[in-house]
Structures are given as structure tokens and as C-alpha cells.
């Protein structure tokens, strides 16, 4: 079955201390998002690539970087994760169209120590 | 306020009711509609999309759009038990590719 996959699902690492989250398709989607999800609210875009090209919101910290070195693979970098960085992180692909919809992977809980 | 908004509920209904979500927009441009279901810890799923004024069902939902009013609902019909969850409405406003914007959720409650 053509998905999107994250991995891992889980994740803890230490304060400060640089971790990368991956996630893969098979849908050959050529846009890919990562979202940060806290507990009870909405998922947050931080950026997102159109084929190579990198978009990035505003408000996404600098602390957080990303990698597209394909069209199957992307990746999250959290440089010096804080407490505040504990979240769901969300990887997402949809095909290029206002109406297209985007297909979520299973996450990754990153937690922080 | 809030690009899209929604009541963040719970919403409760008896199993077998009809489940009334609904979702308003401020952006009169915004182009095509999403409803994602989300499991507490798992990732949100998509349900039903709609971009044409009207009604669009699928089995037992049924997306609701009034682009006049700016608003979008989802009916659950026959609700389960298994439908309990957030329910995320997305909005594309349509001039910023494929970008989404969500609203809060709703949480849904349906009792046995």
C-alpha cells in the first residue's frame, strides 16, 4: 500500500541535544509537510517542500531545520531541542493543487528530558 | 479572529444519532474543504473533502459547504461508538498552493 512513513514513532532525547526525525513515501507526492501537534490543539506547519523547494512559516524557530534529498524522503532536525519542543510531529505529502488532500503519516512523540 | 474556527466540544451524542459538526471560515477566497478525524495520540485522517457549494456524502458522512455564509459542516449519520475522536476541519485558502490551515477540533463523544 502507497503511505507515508515516519520514523521512529517514538523519540526521547536530552535537552539540548540535536535529534533528526525521518519520514518516507511511496505516494510520489511531490509536496511534503511536517506539522508540530501539541496535546489538544491543532497541527502547526513549520515548512513545507514543493519538489526541492524549501518554504518555511514565519513563525517556525530557527532551532528547527529540514532536508528533502528526494522526493521520498524528508527529514526534521531539531538542533537544541527545549522542553517546549515536546510534541507530535506530523509528516505529510499531498499531490501539487489547492484541491488535493494531504496524507498524514503515524507521527512521531518526541520527548524531551 | 481565528482563520478557521471551530467548538471545541465535547459533543456528545447517543449512539445512533446524528453527529452535527461545524467549521467557519474568515477567508472568502478559501477554495476546497477538508475534514480529518483524529484518534487521541494517533495522526489525523482524512475523511471527505468538498469544494462545490452543496452537500457531498460518502457512506454515513455527509460534508455540508455554503461558501456565501462561510461555513462547512460534517454529519455523522448512525453514529458509533468507533467515531468518538477529534474532528479537524482544513481550509485551503487557495493562493498559497497547497497549504492547509486548520481549525481546533471538535471532540466528539458518542455514548453506548
Known amino acids: 500500500d502507497a503511505m507515508v512513513i515516519q520514523n521512529p514513532r517514538y523519540q526521547v532525547t536530552q535537552f539540548g541535544k540535536p535529534v533528526t526525525l525521518s519520514c518516507s513515501q511511496t505516494?510520489?507526492?511531490?509536496?511534503m509537510y511536517w506539522y508540530q501537534q501539541k496535546s489538544s490543539q491543532a497541527p502547526k506547519l513549520l515548512f513545507h517542500?514543493?519538489?526541492?523547494?524549501?518554504?518555511n512559516e514565519a513563525d517556525t524557530p530557527d532551532n528547527f531545520q529540514s532536508r528533502r534529498p528526494n522526493t521520498s524522503f524528508c527529514f526534521l532536525d531539531i538542533r537544541s531541542p527545549g522542553l517546549g519542543d515536546a510534541a507530535m510531529y506530523l509528516c505529510?505529502?499531498?499531490?501539487?493543487?489547492?484541491?488535493?488532500?494531504?496524507?498524514f503519516g503515524d507521527g512521531t512523540r518526541l520527548s524531551i528530558l | 479572529q481565528k482563520e478557521v474556527e471551530q467548538n471545541s466540544g465535547p459533543l456528545s451524542v447517543p449512539e445512533g444519532a446524528i453527529a452535527s459538526l461545524n467549521c467557519t471560515y474568515s477567508?472568502?477566497?478559501?477554495?476546497?474543504f477538508f475534514w480529518y478525524r483524529q484518534y487521541s495520540g494517533k495522526s489525523p485522517e482524512l475523511i471527505m473533502f468538498i469544494y462545490s457549494n452543496g452537500d457531498k456524502e460518502d457512506g454515513r458522512f455527509t460534508a455540508q459547504l455554503n461558501k456565501a455564509s462561510q461555513y462547512v459542516s460534517l454529519l455523522i449519520r448512525d453514529s458509533q461508538p468507533s467515531d468518538s475522536a477529534t474532528y479537524l476541519c482544513?481550509?485551503?485558502?487557495?493562493?498559497?498552493?497547497?497549504?492547509?490551515?486548520f481549525g481546533g477540533g471538535t471532540r466528539v463523544l458518542v455514548k453506548p
Open positions: 505516494l510520489n507526492h511531490n509536496v
Open positions: 482544513a481550509v485551503n485558502k487557495g493562493a498559497a498552493g497547497n497549504k492547509l490551515t
Open positions: 505529510a505529502t499531498s499531490s501539487e493543487g489547492s484541491d488535493q488532500p494531504q496524507h
Open positions: 517542500y514543493y519538489d526541492k523547494d524549501f518554504n
Open positions: 477567508d472568502r477566497g478559501s477554495q476546497s
